[in-house]
């Protein structure tokens, strides 16, 4: 006790003396917080306060603040100012005089202890009251507090110096680096209209030969993704990124909705060890924030890649990681707005959100968005209303098997599975679509004999199976390739093939000219030449 005693009468003696607070502030905030006066006790508080937000703040690499984050009163002078009425977790009701109450959508800032709070429009209520869905923490909110109406939808940061940054849902940068100087749209606009459209089906090449012979991709067409852990994705999504930068002098938005923090960073620093991180944006909005911010994350990612579509003439690829998250929120953000849920629990207005969504991303005679969306099919059930309103905009889905990654073929792609409404003569030209289905038709004849060539053995089938069986494991070799992105971990270089070089590869497996080739030499192989090279240095080899 007497040892406790000393210690506080020694923090009192500096305060009778009225010395300056904060230089011992971190060790006497309890006991100056206890002994002083009421208004002394606030002030103390707001310093404390405003210097723990500021030490949480992200700081750059050259050590300037990461302004964009932090609330500025001067940004909006003059403008409508409403007051906190409730607050029920990330749901806020606030109160305006009646002419000036804000429009739905539109953007309110709070300075909610020194860092600006964004919330979204989402309903009038009455009595003036809206009511607003927050695009982060609540906490530290109270009634009365000061709420200021933007005049505008949330803003996204578009332009060339978007590209290699890494931003939140309201397009403030995360990636420990300076806010942008560049143009900002809002988010919420409508889709292109019908004559600005281009109607003639055309596909984008991307030069990995399992997804341009079995899974074309449209240009501003919709993909969905459907894979787990382990079995390649991140690697996939880098190597299209990657090819769509340098073939097509395109660009790339990845939006990660819902994700992972952890798979985000890694994300982040796997762009950078590949190089495609210049060519690419990233808007995320992380599991763990509120439902608002993963709701309309998507939408940031989208007014990103518009922009590049539609000022910069561009062909830009749209990354959704995971499309179910955007609906997953939809259903929290309905819920907490007290509408009546549709089937399973699901948001009355999911397939209008969808929509809304999907109709953006599409071909205009300036350029085009073409989306590659990974979607979670809830408990494997495709008739869950998330999936099956997601299927209705997809134009392909590309299936990742893990039993095709555990032979080391990579891109672990599993042709059966995966679909394109491309894959049709009338698009893609007959010899393209007879290769393919016969690679399709191999593939499966293959498919249903292993049952008997694990039973029986080879030796009991026909010639003509033995001959499919043959052809079939070449196919299945030669869908694999080595990937630029994984240069410096496989050591073999990347290789881009394009679809006249897959066609006339694979049309060469299926007319038997490489029946006398190792099917392990098909293995990680480009074109087809390569593949006759490395058969002539094995026979070189041999007879030397």
């Known amino acids: 006790m007497a040892k406790t005693t000393t210690k506080v009468s020694e923090v009192k003696k500096p305060v009778q003396a009225k010395k300056p607070v904060a230089k011992k502030e971190a060790a006497t905030k309890k006991t100056t917080t206890a002994k002083k006066a009421p208004?002394?006790?606030?002030?103390?508080?707001?310093?404390?306060?405003?210097?723990?937000?500021?030490?949480?703040?992200?700081?750059?690499?050259?050590?300037a603040k990461i302004i964009a984050q932090n609330f500025d009163a001067n940004k909006y002078k003059n403008k409508n100012v409403g007051k906190i009425v409730q607050v029920l977790g990330p749901v806020v009701d606030v109160k305006f005089s009646e002419k000036d109450i804000p429009a739905i959508y539109n953007a309110l800032v709070v300075n909610n202890h020194g860092v600006e709070l964004t919330l979204e429009v989402e309903q009038h209520i009455g009595d003036e009251v809206i009511r607003?869905?927050?695009?982060?923490?609540?906490?530290?909110?109270?009634?009365?507090?000061?709420?200021?109406?933007?005049?505008?939808?949330?803003?996204?940061?578009?332009?060339?110096?978007?590209?290699?940054?890494?931003?939140?849902?309201?397009?403030?940068?995360?990636?420990?680096?300076?806010?942008?100087?560049?143009?900002?749209?809002?988010?919420h606009r409508d889709a292109p209209a019908y004559d600005e459209l281009v109607t003639s089906a055309e596909i984008l090449e991307t030069g990995i030969k399992v997804v341009d012979l079995m899974v074309p991709f449209a240009k501003g067409g919709k993909v969905g993704l459907f894979g787990g852990a382990g079995v390649g994705k991140t690697v996939l999504i880098q190597e299209?990124?990657?090819?769509?930068?340098?073939?097509?002098?395109?660009?790339?938005?990845?939006?990660?909705?819902?994700?992972?923090?952890r798979e985000g960073n890694d994300l982040y620093h796997e762009f950078i060890e590949a190089g495609v991180l210049d060519k690419t944006s990233l808007v995320f909005g992380q599991m763990n924030e509120p439902p608002g911010a993963r709701m309309r994350v998507a939408l940031t990612g989208l007014t990103i890649a518009e922009h590049f579509r539609d000022e910069d003439n561009m062909d830009v690829l749209l990354f959704i990681d995971n499309i179910f998250r955007f609906t997953q929120a939809g259903s929290e953000v309905s819920a907490l707005l007290g509408r009546m849920p549709s089937a399973v629990g699901y948001q009355p207005t999911l397939s209008t959100e969808m929509g809304a969504l999907q109709e953006r991303i599409t071909s205009t005679k300036k350029g085009s968005i073409t989306s590659v969306q990974a979607v979670y099919v809830p408990a494997d059930d495709l008739t869950?209303?998330?999936?099956?309103?997601?299927?209705?905009?997809?134009?392909?889905?590309?299936?990742?098997?893990?039993?095709?990654?555990?032979?080391?073929?990579?891109?672990?792609?599993?042709?059966?599975?995966?679909?394109s409404r491309m894959l049709d003569a009338g698009v893609i030209g007959d010899e393209h679509y007879n290769v393919a289905t016969t690679v399709q038709t191999t593939l499966q004849k293959y498919k249903e004999l292993q049952s008997i060539i694990?039973?029986?053995?080879?030796?009991?089938?026909?010639?003509?199976?033995?001959?499919?069986?043959n052809r079939a494991r070449k196919i299945r070799n030669f869908l694999s390739q080595p990937f630029f992105v994984g240069e410096k971990f496989t050591g073999r270089p990347g290789v881009y093939v394009k679809v006249a070089d897959t066609i006339r590869s694979f049309k060469s497996i299926l007319n038997g000219e490489c029946d006398e080739i190792p099917e392990v030499l098909f293995m990680n192989a480009g074109t087809i030449d390569e593949v006759f090279e490395r058969f002539n240095a094995q026979v070189k080899m041999q007879k030397g």
């Open 39 to 63: 208004v002394k006790k606030e002030a103390s508080v707001k310093t404390t306060t405003t210097k723990t937000t500021t030490t949480k703040k992200l700081v750059a690499s050259n050590g």
């Open 132 to 187: 607003t869905i927050a695009m982060g923490p609540t906490d530290g909110l109270i009634r009365g507090q000061e709420v200021i109406d933007t005049g505008s939808a949330i803003t996204a940061p578009v332009g060339k110096a978007v590209l290699g940054r890494m931003f939140n849902v309201t397009g403030h940068p995360i990636d420990e680096k300076p806010e942008p100087i560049t143009p900002r749209k809002p988010i």
């Open 240 to 261: 299209l990124i990657n090819n769509i930068a340098k073939a097509h002098n395109g660009v790339s938005v990845f939006a990660g909705v819902g994700e992972r923090t």
């Open 384 to 419: 869950d209303p998330a999936p099956a309103t997601t299927f209705t905009h997809l134009d392909g889905r590309i299936v990742l098997d893990r039993g095709i990654a555990s032979l080391g073929i990579y891109p672990a792609i599993d042709p059966l599975a995966s679909s």
């Open 454 to 469: 694990a039973i029986l053995g080879m030796d009991e089938l026909s010639e003509e199976d033995k001959l499919i069986v």
